[in-house]
């Protein structure tokens, strides 16, 4: 007579393949927070002592000139020109971008829908340095023929970054929108609401926390944004005071000057200080990001 | 017999699927029109078409028509017509806004401003879905915070915020319990003296118990409409009987 399946057992080296894989999935997961812990210290390691000796000067100055016989590193310029690129540019990309997000949640066909989302979703493919193209070749003619001095400035690097940020912000829109219950949109339009005060008064407040999220996500990328604002921006350090003005970025510096400076010299440490102050903005949004669906979660 | 709201030939189809089949019936003003029927019988979609809600739904098509005081409803502004013909939906929905802002949500769309005004018309509904008692101390709290129970007097309350002249319930019983429900048909039969109510339920007893006139509908038909007290009595048809007797459904 055959045993029944309830009185059987699986053969024992099963529970050695299962804890096999518990730890390789356990490695995999702490993998992640080693590689983040390890980016850290690296950049810690070769900035921090630069960043705490000279801190007070870098927020003081705005004159970088890092290769001076007589450097200095003056922070200021390149914090006000990453603030007025990521600025500006989320002037341009959040209306706009929430704007196509409701239009692709409430107001489009499902053909359109479809069809606008591939597009969406192609923008968001297009490699960094193609945006610094279309940056130098198409707007920089562009603004120069609008009346600036140089096309490669402060509103080029805001509008690339625009058109990157968007995608991000249409798609991350529409899931927040989509992601409100139809019952509020019917409830709404059955009390005689038209559509657009049904947007307006219910729908974006009801979504408001997940379009604060994709706003967010979207300053990071902008801020974290490094070959097309390079590109575009004219790359000089001094405040702006017109939107023709050309401008410089925290990332920017660094990409363009790290290969020149010696290693472990001053100027080296200066730009790893950059990195931990990067770090630093993009951790901080994140961390309110990451709060703020949190908060969306339990209310 | 003076009727408010006149439905005639009333046909919908979602698709190629027949729903509502060429349904007559009419509500009698300061009166409960109770519909009962099984699920899928097309009660609620009768329902939908009253302040064309149903124009939600792409693929459904109407024909025939559906007046309101004599006025057919696809002649009215929508909007109008959705103030004028107010719906409660099987499930509530609080929309995510403040109490007092729920309620206040229709009358500031149509431009009552007054703080004063508005909190006339908050108590007064409130008051009016038996909710007021409850949530007197935190209007300003989140309407989605509230208890199922609560929020189905909430959105009853913003269901009549506008004043209309018809309340159509559709199950508005299911999410809640029976005292509330109870206390919620005590409040319909005040009601009736102002507008016309029209009531889908799943509970014969409710129709029993506060409709007028009921309508009995199956597979998208109308069996049999009458005074209620004689359908469930003498209903003339064997199925509407079988039906009230609770031999299917």
Not at chain 2, 5 to 29: D, M
Request: aromatic share 6%.
């Amino acid at each position: 007579m055959t045993t029944p399946i309830a009185r059987r057992r699986p053969s024992p080296w099963i529970r050695y393949v299962e804890f096999v894989i518990e730890g390789l999935i356990r490695v995999c997961g702490l993998s992640a927070i080693v590689f983040i812990l390890a980016i850290f210290l690296f950049i810690g390691k070769e900035g921090i002592g630069f960043l705490l000796t000279h801190l007070g000067g870098m927020l003081s100055s705005t004159d970088w000139s890092p290769t001076h016989d007589t450097p200095t590193f003056g922070l200021v310029a390149l914090l006000v020109g990453t603030v007025w690129c990521v600025g500006l540019s989320l002037l341009v990309s959040v209306p706009v971008g929430l704007a196509a997000a409701v239009f692709l949640s409430e107001f489009a066909s499902d053909r359109w829908r479809e069809f606008l989302k591939v597009v969406v979703e192609l923008l968001a493919a297009i490699p960094s340095v193609v945006w610094g193209f279309i940056g130098v070749m198409m707007l920089n003619p562009l603004l120069q023929s609008a009346g600036a001095q140089v096309g490669l400035n402060g509103l080029n690097g805001a509008i690339v970054l625009a058109l990157m940020t968007l995608p991000l912000l249409v798609s991350l829109g529409e899931d927040a929108l989509r992601a409100v219950p139809e019952s509020y949109r019917q409830a709404a339009i059955a009390m005689g609401a038209t559509k657009w005060e049904m947007v307006w008064r219910v729908l974006l407040p009801a979504a408001r926390r997940g379009l604060l999220v994709a706003v967010l996500l979207g300053v990071g990328r902008c801020v974290g944004e490094t070959m097309a604002v390079l590109m575009v921006t004219g790359h000089a350090v001094r405040i702006p005071h017109s939107l023709y003005d050309p401008v410089r970025t925290l990332t920017a510096t660094i990409a363009a000057e790290l290969g020149e400076a010696v290693r472990g010299g001053e100027h080296y440490q200066a730009l790893f200080a950059l990195g931990i102050l990067l770090f630093f903005v993009t951790f901080v949004v994140n961390l309110v990001a990451d709060y703020t669906v949190r908060a969306r979660r339990m209310g | 017999m003076d009727d408010l709201v006149r439905i005639e030939n009333l046909s919908i189809r979602y698709g190629e699927k027949a729903v509502v089949r060429n349904v007559t019936l009419a509500a009698p003003r300061n009166g409960i029109l109770g519909i009962v029927g099984p699920a899928g019988s097309g009660k609620s979609s009768l329902l939908t078409a009253l302040n064309r809600t149903i124009d939600f739904v792409p693929s459904a098509r109407v024909e025939g028509r559906v007046t309101l005081d004599g006025a057919d409803v696809r002649s009215l502004d929508i909007s109008d017509v959705r103030r004028r013909v107010a719906m409660v939906l099987p499930l509530p929905v609080g929309l995510p806004m403040s109490v007092y802002e729920n309620v206040a949500f229709a009358p500031r769309m149509v431009g009552v401003k007054r703080r004063a005004e508005l909190d006339e018309i908050v108590e007064r509904c409130l008051t009016q879905a038996a909710l007021w008692e409850e949530v007197k101390d935190r209007l300003n709290m989140l309407g989605t915070r509230l208890s199922g129970g609560q929020q189905q007097r909430l959105t009853l309350a913003r269901a009549l915020s506008t004043d209309p002249d018809v309340l159509c319930l559709d199950e508005f019983s299911i999410a809640i319990d029976p005292v509330t429900t109870m206390r919620i048909e005590a409040v319909l039969m005040e009601l009736k003296a102002h507008m016309t109510i029209i009531l889908v339920t799943n509970l014969l007893m409710q129709a029993r118990r506060i409709a007028d006139v009921t309508a009995f509908m199956l597979n998208g038909e109308l069996v049999e409409v009458g005074r209620t007290g004689e359908l469930f009595v003498f209903a003339r048809d064997p199925r509407t009987s079988d039906y009230l007797a609770g031999k299917f459904g």
